[in-house]
């Protein structure tokens, strides 16, 4: 006996005399269209479709009367072999009586829906295995009855009846087996799990709910022989079980109740997220929320141990009224799901989480104070008020800042708004009102506290900046002669500005990272310099291989850039630069300067390289260096040892402790030795008033 899942391949319908063919499914197509898995819980569904129906099973025959203990035989044979893959899913339920067997034999059933049956599972099966088999044993009238069939892929016949006698098991009981065999498709075959732990671990996740809270029958897994039986399974991930709420109100929903559990890690495999709220309709779960950032805590507490993750099960009668046909998800809009999600974390931090709670929030405070502390332009509120905005479980400077960003761009939208409406008004024709003395002068102390919160966030930057370079001075000075001596000098020239770059260079991706406000603030921003670069690649027309610690062509007065010289005419000096900064960085107390190490001797050296020369600017342009070009020139060192001697007819500083000599005959400029300890001294004094302004002190 043959039975279809479509109705007859052209049906008939008539309309007034005409007689037209009616739609028909496409079983084939539709199967062919079902979403394909990415990943194992994926793969996995039409495998645990076959359970949970099952389990509907069972349900169904306690509620007629049956009084043994529900069970589910689960046999898996090579599942690390796609293409001898087998399944058997046993279980003693009520069985396909009649009405049920029609049910199965209908898209889209409404069969199940009080318990939530969707009526379009069995098409995963479909998709998902190359042979599917259903035998089952039922009661009719008394009298026990069986039937089997193939389900096949196939838009013609896709229920092939066969006689029981013929079936896989031969089962005498009430009850129904399925056996899927084969793999099909790609996506199946990549993304199933082929390791018996694996498997397991997303089967407990996907039922852990069910067993938790006692109403699942018994389930017995055989994996290649191996067996795990469950609940048993579940309760070794299980640590805690005295989570559980008091019933509790939720406006406008009615009363619900949480069933908390604090689980090992492996109970939240396959699922989104760590924590969990399970939301039950009738004891069976529908959908598993993730609430890490509700929660908060990475992590709870219980029996000893601090590495557990939160489950919990939320009943209710109104869920109970509200899950869909499918249980696969509930009548209600996102955002009341939403809300009874954060109502019912909120209840289990409140009561049986409210001591790691407290715990938990005064690490919060102190990490946003901290952020706030480095990045002060997000201190705009009060703590209280700031950590509210922010998602409960962020701890991160990231999170806080992503948290925040958003209410500070407000902020400055509304300050500037504003502060343009005061502009306009000023502009217009119109009346000002005796209210605008007040409004202008929030706008301007709104203002001034922006302004204060920026200059706290630029002066904490170069604090660091500042103390990290002290501390690799000292270091440097330390480790003189050690094996590391040359990396640390190394670094502390490139902490100041990279090495092997020329600032000007739009592929040089470091070009822009520096800090040269640590020798003249108005370089802070300056991009027309060359670190450590060749002559003969700064210059258009050089030859020499030798290399300046640091040139800089545009402080001070400014930059004076050549026209192009497209006649092959003399450029115009006028237009030339006329004043380049050369700086020398010498090893932090270094002693040793042998003859060839004069420091005149160098500079000169440098000074007569570049005098007349062009350096490629910006957007390909030359910049000629004047004959008459001023250098100043500055040689950062420590002057003790040989150098000390070298400068001893030198004139000293105005400070003291450096020393500085005019260049004389055609080179026009001078050389000022600056000790290390004073320009960083001198740094720190350029810095003093905002230092004081932002509440900070050099350490």
């Not at 279809?4 to 319908?13: A, G, H, M, N, T």
């Not at 009719?140 to 009846?161: A, K």
């Not at 098991?169 to 199933?192: A, D, M, P, Q, V």
């Not at 924590?275 to 009738?282: E, I, K, R």
Request: charged content about 30%.
């Amino acid at each position: 006996m043959t039975n279809e899942l479509i109705p007859e391949i052209v049906s008939q319908i008539y309309l007034g005399n005409q007689l037209l063919p009616s739609l028909t499914p496409n079983i084939e197509n539709r199967v062919r269209k079902l979403p394909k898995p990415a990943n194992a819980a994926q793969a996995l569904q039409p495998l645990f479709e076959a359970v949970s129906n099952a389990f509907y099973a069972i349900e169904d025959r306690i509620e007629n009367g049956f009084k043994a203990k529900g069970k589910v035989h689960i046999n898996i044979e090579n599942l690390s072999n796609p293409k001898t893959f087998r399944v058997e899913i046993h279980d003693n339920g009520i069985g396909l009586d009649e009405d049920r067997y029609k049910a199965f034999q209908t898209i889209d059933t409404d069969f199940k829906r009080k318990k939530g049956g969707k009526g379009v599972g069995r098409l995963f099966w479909l998709d998902a295995f190359e042979k599917v088999s259903v035998e089952s044993i039922f009661v009719e009238n008394g009298i026990q009855h069986s039937r089997c069939f193939d389900f096949i892929l196939n838009n013609d016949e896709q229920i092939v009846e066969r006689d029981f006698e013929s079936g896989y098991t031969g089962r005498t009981n009430i009850g129904t087996t399925i056996i899927c065999e084969g793999l099909r498709g790609t996506s199946y075959k990549e993304n199933f799990p082929k390791q018996k732990p694996t498997f397991l671990r997303y089967f407990s996740a996907h039922f852990i709910a069910d067993f938790l809270v006692g109403s699942g029958s018994e389930v017995q897994i055989s994996l290649d022989g191996e067996i795990t039986d469950y609940p048993d399974a579940i309760s070794s991930l299980v640590i805690g079980h005295d989570l559980n709420t008091e019933p509790f109100d939720i406006e406008d929903f009615g009363t619900f109740s949480v069933s908390g559990f604090a689980c090992d890690k492996e109970a939240s495999t396959g699922l989104d997220g760590n924590h969990q709220m399970h939301l039950l309709a009738n004891d069976r779960t529908v959908e598993s929320r993730k609430v890490d950032g509700l929660m908060g805590l990475a992590t709870i507490s219980s029996e000893g141990r601090d590495d557990l993750l939160f489950h919990g099960c939320v009943r209710s009668k109104y869920l109970n009224e509200r899950v869909n046909e499918g249980r696969t998800a509930f009548n209600l809009p996102e955002s009341i799901l939403k809300t009874i999600a954060r109502k019912c974390v909120e209840k289990v931090r409140e009561t049986v989480l409210a001591d790691q709670m407290v715990k938990y929030e005064d690490t919060r405070r102190e990490s946003y104070e901290n952020f706030v502390r480095r990045h002060p332009i997000y201190g705009f509120d009060d703590s209280g008020t700031q950590l509210d905005r922010v998602p409960f479980n962020a701890l991160t400077p990231e999170e806080f800042a992503t948290g925040l960003v958003k209410y500070q761009i407000r902020r400055d939208e509304d300050r500037q708004e504003a502060m343009e409406n005061a502009i306009r008004l000023l502009e217009s024709d119109k009346e000002v009102p005796e209210t605008f003395d007040e409004a202008l002068n929030k706008a301007v102390i709104e203002l001034q506290a922006s302004e204060q919160l920026a200059l706290a966030q630029h002066v904490v930057r170069r604090k660091l900046i500042l103390e990290l370079i002290e501390k690799l001075l000292n270091r440097v000075r330390q480790r003189n002669g050690k094996n590391d001596d040359f990396h640390l000098e190394k670094s502390l020239h490139s902490f100041i500005v990279p090495m092997y770059v020329q600032g000007n260079d739009p592929t040089e991706k470091r070009s822009r990272a520096h800090d040269l406000w640590i020798l003249d603030e108005r370089l802070a921003f300056t991009r027309a310099f060359s670190s450590d670069k060749r002559f003969d690649n700064l210059l258009v027309n050089s030859e020499n291989p030798e290399r300046a610690d640091l040139i800089v062509w545009d402080f001070a007065s400014g930059l004076g850039v050549a026209d192009p010289d497209k006649n092959g005419e003399k450029v115009d000096t006028r237009n030339a630069l006329d004043k380049v900064m050369i700086v020398e960085f010498k090893k932090p107390g270094r002693k040793n300067y042998g003859a060839e190490d004069q420091i005149h001797f160098q500079i000169t050296k440098y000074i007569n390289e570049l005098r007349g020369e062009e350096i490629e600017g910006f957007d390909n342009e030359r910049i000629r260096i004047a004959e008459d070009c001023v250098f100043y020139c500055y040689v950062v060192a420590d002057i003790v040892g040989d150098l000390k001697k070298q400068l001893s007819t030198w004139p000293k500083t105005t400070s003291g402790q450096g020393r500085i000599m005019a260049l004389q005959g055609d080179v026009n400029g001078s050389i000022e030795v600056i000790q290390w300890q004073d320009l960083i001294n001198n740094a720190w004094a350029r810095n003093e008033a905002t230092l004081n302004a932002a509440g900070l002190r050099r350490s």
